[in-house]
Nanobody
Framework: QVQLVESGGGLVQAGGSLRLSCAAS????????MGWFRQAPGKVREFVAG????????YYADLAKGRYDISRDNVKNTVDLQMSILKPDDTAVYYC??????????????????WGQGTLVTVSS
């Protein structure tokens, strides 16, 4: 089993930046595609960003392109999400997720095997 713990959420004003971090407890971190999802009040959970096992490829939802940056450190077993130019619509609980790499995995439609508990990001106007 892989345990994921997010941190870094909080309150930020529109236009500001925030960096989220996810720490993984597993020993085979590089075997997993890592991703960030979010769920705003009254909305469905949506994909935000993903990164391949060794960090060479990244994937972004339209909402994140140009504003969010995903990265990972396979020595520290962490994956980060740098968020910039934040908008009130970015307010949501952000979840870190791990998906075991396998043939045919679509990074944009992956169904993670493991989830973190989430961290709340609130963007005020």
């Amino acid at each position: 089993q892989v345990q994921l713990v997010e941190s870094g959420g909080g309150l930020v004003q529109a236009g500001g930046s925030l960096r989220l971090s996810c720490a993984a407890s597993g020993r085979t971190f590089s075997s997993y595609i890592m991703g960030w999802f979010r769920q705003a009040p009254g909305k469905v959970r949506e994909f935000v960003a993903g990164i391949s096992g060794r960090g060479y490829r990244t994937y972004y939802a339209d909402l994140a392109k140009g504003r969010y940056d995903i990265s990972r450190d396979n020595v520290k077993n962490t994956v980060d999400l740098q968020m910039s130019i934040l908008k009130p619509d970015d307010t949501a609980v952000y979840y870190c997720a791990a998906t075991l790499g396998r043939d045919g995995v679509d990074p944009f439609r992956m169904k993670p095997d493991y989830w973190g508990q989430g961290t709340l990001v609130t963007v005020s106007s």
